[in-house]
């Protein structure tokens, strides 16, 4: 099993079918005997616990589950159609699990071990290493089964919190998948309808494979089965190893895209999103790694802020749009999902969990991804906000640590994108884990607003334009070149006194002393400005040292330039890119500053404002104390 494709033949698969209905049939597994009553005692939701030690008891337990499946409609001989879904995916699932275990054995000394043993007893070291492939043999099977149902079974409703693990055995294949059965069968016992076998299947899925994964420390010889890649297209089902432990299916993109000529203003926002686009497009599937990672200026994770209404959605739309279309071009997989409020659980811990979920399906090496996380004030709270849920502080440590914690890995095929109309109300940790900033601040001149009336308004009228070059405003390169040299100059009014007290001090800054002089009086006046963001600055001045325009005709053909190997896309790349200057440093000190000192006023302003308010609502109030103690008709 190599990192290419492994083809399983549906023969090798069907091969195993009449084991695996013997499986959901009837079998007997061996379970630990705890001592403890399955009866509660009455009123009190507790059970009796015996004082005699049973713990090296074991007892036999028949499992069938075709007939638990059949009991959630007991007045019905017939199978509905969830529930032979589910009876038939359980078994196709033991087969698959048997097949690919089976090509483990194939492609270790298990299979040879194997054959040795039929022939006469094994001696020796071949004992210990025999035992060590058929445990680790159980335990792909095992993975392999509840990744199959995970993937395979649908369910959008809230899991279940009384799924319990189930009792892993890895001592044979059998024994493992036997184990599963078990624990599935006791998961959809306590089903009540149809809708709720489908919702207990899938979170007993989801516990077993994370089961699972904690326990892959245990076995040694998993190198066969890490950087496997599987593909049974019959049933839409793929494992790729380790790397992430699966979710559901993928299901098509359905977005209204939009394209860049549509979008009036955010000029900064706009391009450096369609070469995000482009940058994400050089990741080699092959190697799990992107060359301007390894260059310098690979954005990872960035924010965008601004007014309601000012484009930050049709700016989500538009770049997943023009991911899509490169991935279309490319033959390669993209995945888009946003995390909203919608996934915030009362569940204690189902809303980190779903937070983790959503970060690991866009972080999946095998495919471009784009996650957005909109309003992100509101899906995630400050640490110090004692009114937060419980949720919305799950949030933000998953956030944290994923975006920018130990064990954080930046391969180059996904970015995240955090977008609110209220940034100051983010947690400061979380916000400077964004890489960039990107201000969305929609149409602002004269020239933006007529070219946003005529594009939204259609062509059904014969109305004359009068002097006006249409869009000329909007062309992408004059157009940043004259946002980023608004930029040379601090935009906030804090930073601008910091910045003129810099210039009387020292004058224009020339050397890297100067620029580091600037940073510490930045920080005196902020303290919120960082090493962190120092790091993120630096980056942006590694993005604008590779300020190149990625041409279009490459991405017109995959031969061109996404389907060419790591070293050749390097390369090219390399081949475009130019040092950067003193005067691209200051801008974007500036522009990361302002957005710190613009953050630290806007909650500047929401707190006096709300002093004033609280004044203003006590002067009315003593007055018209004064009124009705004039009228007699106060304290009686």
Request: overall charge negative; aromatic content about 8%; some cysteine.
């Amino acid at each position: 099993m190599d990192t290419g494709l492994t083809a399983i033949s549906e023969a090798d698969i069907e091969k195993h079918r009449a084991m695996a209905q013997s499986f959901i049939t009837r079998v007997v597994v061996l379970e630990d005997g705890a001592g403890r009553s399955g009866t509660e005692l009455a009123g009190t939701g507790r059970r009796f616990v015996s004082t005699v030690s049973t713990g090296s008891v074991r007892k036999t337990r028949e499992v069938e589950l075709s007939r638990t499946v059949q009991a959630v409609r007991p007045d019905d001989q017939l199978l509905s159609i969830p529930q032979h879904t589910l009876l038939y995916r359980a078994r196709r699932g033991l087969s698959v699990a048997m097949a690919v275990a089976e090509v483990y054995a194939k492609s270790t000394a298990l299979e040879d071990l194997q054959a040795k043993n039929a022939r006469s007893p094994l001696e020796g070291d071949d004992v210990a290493t025999y035992k060590r492939l058929l445990s680790t043999a159980a335990y792909v099977a095992a993975f392999t089964f509840a990744s199959y149902l995970l993937q395979t079974i649908e369910s959008d409703a809230e899991a279940p919190n009384d799924i319990k693990e189930p009792d892993f055995a890895f001592d044979t294949q059998q024994d493992a998948l036997k184990a599963l059965l078990a624990g599935l069968d006791g998961a959809l016992a306590g089903a009540s309808d149809d809708h709720d076998l489908a919702t207990r299947a899938r979170a007993f899925a989801t516990v077993a494979v994370e089961g699972l994964l904690a326990r892959k420390g245990r076995f040694d010889a998993l190198g066969a089965f890490e950087n496997a890649h599987i593909r049974i297209d019959q049933d839409d089902f793929t494992i790729d190893g380790f790397d992430v432990a699966p979710g559901r299916k993928s299901k098509p993109l359905v977005m209204t895209f939009k394209k860049p000529d549509e979008i009036i203003g955010n000029h900064i926002a706009k391009y450096q999103a369609m070469r995000l686009a482009k940058m994400l497009m050089a990741y080699d599937f092959d190697r799990q790694l992107n060359p301007f990672v390894e260059l310098g200026g690979f954005l990872f994770t960035f924010i965008g802020d601004g007014a309601p209404g000012t484009g930050k959605t049709i700016l989500i739309q538009m770049t997943a749009g023009l991911i899509n279309d490169y991935c279309q071009i490319a033959g390669v997989p993209f995945h888009y999902e946003n995390f909203g409020v919608d996934q915030i659980s009362s569940y204690q811990g189902k809303s980190g969990q779903n937070c983790k979920q959503f970060v690991n399906n866009v972080l999946n090496p095998r495919s471009i991804g784009f996650g957005t996380v909109d309003d992100i004030d509101q899906v995630a709270a400050k640490r110090s906000d004692d009114r937060a849920s419980a949720g919305q502080q799950e949030i933000t440590g998953v956030l944290m640590e994923s975006f920018a914690g130990a064990s954080t890995v930046v391969r180059g095929n996904c970015a995240f994108g955090m977008f609110s109309n209220y940034p100051e109300n983010v947690d400061d940790a979380l916000r400077q884990r964004a890489g960039a900033r990107w201000v969305v601040d929609g149409p602002q001149t004269r020239d933006d607003y007529i070219d946003i009336f005529v594009l939204l308004a259609g062509k059904n009228h014969k109305i004359p334009m009068g002097e006006h070059a249409l869009f000329e405003a909007q062309q992408i390169q004059k157009a940043v070149s004259v946002a980023y040299e608004e930029h040379a100059k601090p935009q906030e009014e804090g930073l601008r006194k910091v910045y003129d007290r810099f210039l009387n001090d020292h004058g224009e800054p020339k050397s890297l002393v100067d620029v580091g002089e600037y940073l510490h009086m930045i920080k005196e006046a902020e303290p919120r400005f960082t090493g962190r963001a120092i790091k993120n600055v630096t980056d942006a001045i590694k993005m604008r040292a590779m300020d190149i325009d990625l041409p279009d005709a490459w991405f017109e053909k995959p031969e061109t330039f996404m389907g060419k190997g790591y070293d050749e896309k390097k390369a090219m790349i390399e081949e475009l890119r130019g040092p950067f200057s003193m005067a691209m440093v200051m801008q974007e000190i500036n522009r990361y500053a302002d957005s710190e000192f613009r953050y630290s006023d806007r909650a500047d302003d929401v707190d006096v404002s709300k002093l004033i308010r609280d004044a203003k609502l006590r002067e009315r109030a003593i007055g018209e104390i004064e009124a009705l103690k004039a009228k007699g008709l106060w304290g009686g």
